[in-house]
């Protein structure tokens, strides 16, 4: 369960906005993730109207699902592409405006009000600025994150959850001798010690 080579590997903001605008994306799935659909009454808990979390978000296709079940959905991206094609593809109108918080970052809107998606560095938010969670829905930022941010990025993850969140994540296993990484290989012992 040794993180082999991947523990000094770091892939910078840039690398990230290259690959959405090559068009590089693997990582992202055109159809709901199974995990969510089958942990989905985890995540829930019985809840109806929670504010849900999607760190690293991409264009993640759950996002406009959980809106469209009444759930108030919130995402962070530091592509602003992705965030623009996110809307554009599932054909919601939107509006644009800055976070005077964040130096240089933006919020995409849907005019219902009910999916917010941040671009900017996931660490340049806070509680003060996005509010706290009911839910975390964490299909592929664990993995993306440098190995040598997990903590700041765990620590963050705590801090923006509610009192009774759920935190659903999806890692992959892997040799990590094999593979420099992202998706990053995350021992679950680490993820015990990150989270709890």
């Known amino acids: 369960s040794d993180a082999g080579s991947q523990k000094e590997r770091v892939v910078t903001e840039q690398e ?13 799935k055109e159809q709901r993730h199974p995990l969510l659909q089958k942990y989905l009454d985890v995540l829930l808990n019985g809840r109806s109207g929670l504010r849900i979390f999607f760190p690293l978000c991409g264009k993640a296709v759950e996002m406009k699902w959980l809106a469209d079940l009444g759930h108030s959905v919130v995402g962070v991206e530091f592509s602003e592409q992705a965030l623009k094609d996110f809307f554009s593809e599932h054909s ?6 800055p976070v005077p918080e964040i130096s ?15 671009c900017c560095s996931i660490y340049d938010l806070s509680s003060s600025i996005v509010g706290k969670f009911d839910g975390v829905w964490d299909r592929g930022a664990l993995v993306a994150v440098n190995p040598s941010d997990r903590q700041r990025y765990a620590s963050l993850m705590i801090n923006l959850m509610e009192k009774n969140s759920s935190y659903l994540l999806v890692t992959v ?3 990590p001798n094999k593979h420099k990484g992202p998706p990053f290989y995350v021992p679950e012992s680490e993820i015990k010690s990150l989270f709890g």
């Open 92 to 97: 919601l109108p939107y509006f644009e405006e």
């Open 16 to 28: 990230w906005l290259q690959k959405w605008e090559m068009g590089n994306i693997g990582f992202h």
């Open 173 to 175: 296993s892997y040799d």
């Open 104 to 118: 240089g970052g933006k919020m995409f809107q849907s005019t219902s009000g009910n999916i917010s998606l941040y």
